[in-house]
């Protein structure tokens, strides 16, 4: 069993910064990627950032060069250093993991999401 466990939302101003966390627990042999998703209310859920196993990046337009995805592999965890909050980036933040399971399975998991809000 994997137990993913986020942390870091909250309200903040426009042009502040906030670093999102996600450690993924459990019987993982190996990651193959690990991501984070937003959902904005009545909107569907967009992938923000990605980072694979060999360390590739990949980002949405509306984010690129204001956010960026990190990882700590000895630890199964991931980070979103997002800068320059703008009010268009609140959503709901959801980690996501594909990895393989210790006994040879597959595994796409996700968080519960964390609430990011920028307002004045």
């Known amino acids: 069993q994997v137990q993913m466990v986020e942390s870091g939302g909250g309200l903040v101003q426009p042009g502040e910064s906030l670093r999102l966390s996600c450690a993924a627990a459990?019987?993982?042999?190996?990651?193959?990627?690990m991501g984070w998703y937003r959902q904005a209310p009545g909107k569907q859920r967009d992938l923000v950032a990605i980072?694979?196993?060999?360390?590739?990046?990949s980002y949405a337009n509306s984010v690129r060069g204001r956010f960026t995805i990190s990882r700590d592999s000895a630890q199964n965890t991931v980070y979103l250093q997002m800068n320059s909050l703008k009010p268009e980036d609140t959503a709901v933040y959801y980690c996501?993991?594909?990895?393989?399971?210790?006994?040879?399975?597959?595994?796409?998991?996700w968080g519960r999401g964390t609430l990011v809000t920028v307002s004045s």
């Open positions: 459990g019987n993982i042999l190996s990651i193959n990627a």
């Open positions: 980072i694979h196993s060999d360390g590739t990046t």
């Open positions: 996501n993991v594909d990895a393989v399971l210790d006994w040879g399975g597959h595994l796409d998991a």
